[in-house]
T-cell receptor
Framework: GQNIDQPTEMTATEGAIVQINCTYQ??????LFWYQQHAGEAPTFLSY????GLEEKGRFSSFLSRSKGYSYLLLKELQMKDSASYLC????????????FGAGTRLAVHP | GAVVSQHPSRVICKSGTSVKIECRSL??????MFWYRQFPKQSLMLMAT?????????EQGVEKDKFLINHASLTLSTLTVTSAHPEDSSFYIC????????????FGEGSWLTVV
């Protein structure tokens, strides 16, 4: 089976740093994605990791450890507009490389 | 950049009727598209993988006779919710794989279905 876990909710203060963790146990792994989703809208791509290590893109960074089945998304200099759901998704190797999503983490940024 | 377009964005239908949602890749060919359903405050649940020219592959627990998927061309996949019931009301979203080596997943804008 496929199991992707992330915290349900997190809160943080504007200007601060927040780390959203994701652990996965899947039958086959071919990369991990992070998406941002505002309510009622389509997910927006944030990052993609296929090799171990840190990928940095502006205020967002994502880390992957394949041996530990672990990833995190780091958001720096938080802004109010960062309040959204953050979805961890694993691309399952084989077949059609389908993308399986975790339940998502709802982040609330307050002043 | 690549765009995936979904239509309609919102639809209301009566119980017992069928409704069709279209997913188009606008500037690239997508041999594989994915259909997801998302209930409020929940994550995206993969329903099926749509393959051009062949039958869709459904995830466990998804009724293939209720959610008909047709991928008749390299740029169009359709999801038809048959004999819709209020519990089918949800946000349906498609995605297509594109980019170099097919490593980029592009999402449509999503379709809100309300069954009354």
């Amino acid at each position: 089976g496929q199991n992707i876990d992330q915290p349900t909710e997190m809160t943080a203060t504007e200007g601060a740093i927040v780390q959203i963790n994701c652990t996965y146990q899947t039958s086959g792994f071919n990369g991990l994605f992070w998406y941002q989703q505002h309510a009622g809208e389509a997910p927006t791509f944030l990052s993609y990791n296929v090799l171990d290590g840190l990928e940095e893109k502006g205020r967002f960074s994502s880390f992957l450890s394949r041996s530990k089945g672990y990833s995190y998304l780091l958001l720096k200099e938080l802004q109010m507009k960062d309040s959204a759901s953050y979805l961890c998704a694993v691309k399952i190797a084989g077949g059609y490389n389908k993308l399986i999503f975790g339940a998502g983490t709802r982040l609330a940024v307050h002043p | 950049g690549a765009v995936v377009s979904q239509h309609p964005s919102r639809v209301i239908c009566k119980s017992g009727t069928s409704v069709k949602i279209e997913c188009r890749s606008l500037d690239f060919q997508a041999t594989t598209m994915f259909w997801y359903r998302q209930f409020p405050k929940q994550s995206l649940m993969l329903m099926a993988t749509s393959n051009e020219g062949s039958k869709a592959t459904y995830e466990q627990g998804v009724e293939k006779d209720k959610f008909l998927i047709n991928h008749a061309s390299l740029t169009l996949s359709t999801l038809t919710v048959t004999s819709a019931h209020p519990e089918d009301s949800s946000f349906y979203i498609c995605s297509a794989r594109g980019g170099q080596a097919g490593n980029t997943i592009y999402f449509g804008e999503g379709s809100w279905l309300t069954v009354v």
